[in-house]
């Protein structure tokens, strides 16, 4: 049976989806760029992006049965957090060297807000995963 968008919650997996979205936006983003910029900053952007969501899907598959597997977790979503500040000073250069050039980046700026909001929205779930998972794991083995 379907629920009417307006009652939709959150999903609990979003943090997923919305590392999957960041991926294939960075892509995207990634081939509008100059070409001379793919060995000196968009392959590098590519791959923190995959890997914040190669981590966010490593977490989501161990479903932990002791606190052994609950940490692993928890250093699964701490790595993908890590890589997203990472992700935010390499796009910072990235953004430096493109604005260099503004006439024919255009689409740069919406771009950015775009990334900014992906991002922000990405370390708000992985937090509220951590919090959660917290209280849900504490009284684990």
């Given amino acids: 049976m379907s629920v009417y968008k307006a009652l939709r919650g959150e999903s609990t997996v979003q943090f997923v ?5 960041l991926a294939v936006f960075t892509r995207k983003c990634g081939l509008k760029m100059p070409k001379r910029y793919t060995f000196f900053g968009v392959q590098e952007l590519c791959l ?14 161990i479903f932990p049965g002791n606190q052994h597997e609950a940490q692993l977790r928890r250093d699964h979503f701490t790595e993908a957090n890590a890589t997203l500040q990472a992700f935010i000073g390499q796009l910072g250069i990235m953004a430096d060297l493109l604005k260099q050039n503004p006439e024919k980046l255009r689409w740069l700026d919406s771009a950015l807000e775009e990334w900014a909001t992906l991002i922000e929205e990405e370390a708000k779930l992985i937090a509220g995963v951590k919090k959660s998972d917290k209280e849900r794991y504490k009284k684990l083995p």
């Fill in 17 to 21: 989806e919305t590392a999957r979205k």
């Fill in 48 to 61: 923190l992006a995959d890997t914040v969501y190669n981590e966010v899907k490593m977490a989501n598959s």
